[in-house]
């Protein structure tokens, strides 16, 4: 079993920056891939980004890409994206999720198998 917790929205004008935590609880955080999605109003759910249990391993929404960079610190449990270039398309709530326990490559970018979540971080863009 695995809690998340993210903090870090908030509200930044086009351009700017933001970086969000999401916090776990549980001794095996490392043995989880992470990811992060995002769901803006009227949307469906989307991928974000993922990295593996290393952190050797990350992948990126072509809308991430050059732009927001996932990492994680496993003595710390806790995941992070660093968001900059911001722009108003980025408005969303921001979830963090947990798919596992696996020691694996490969990573997931649907919600279907991530079976644990955080409640969600706004995040507001303004033009």
């Known amino acids: 079993q695995v809690q998340l917790v993210e903090s870090g929205g908030g509200l930044v004008q086009a351009g700017g920056s933001l970086r969000l935590s999401c916090a776990a609880s549980?001794?095996?955080?490392?043995?989880?891939?992470m990811g992060w999605f995002r769901q803006a109003p009227g949307k469906e759910r989307e991928f974000v980004a993922a990295i593996n249990w290393s952190g050797g391993s990350t992948t990126y929404a072509d809308s991430a890409k050059g732009r927001f960079t996932i990492s994680r610190d496993n003595a710390k449990n806790t995941v992070y994206l660093q968001m900059n270039s911001l722009k108003p398309e980025d408005t969303a709530v921001y979830y963090c999720?947990?798919?596992?326990?696996?020691?694996?490559?490969?990573?997931?970018?649907?919600?279907?198998?991530?079976?644990?979540w955080g409640q969600g971080t706004q995040v507001t863009v303004s033009p």
């Open positions: 549980g001794r095996t955080f490392n043995r989880y891939t």
């Open positions: 999720a947990a798919d596992g326990p696996t020691l694996g490559v490969v990573l997931r970018t649907t919600p279907g198998p991530y079976d644990f």
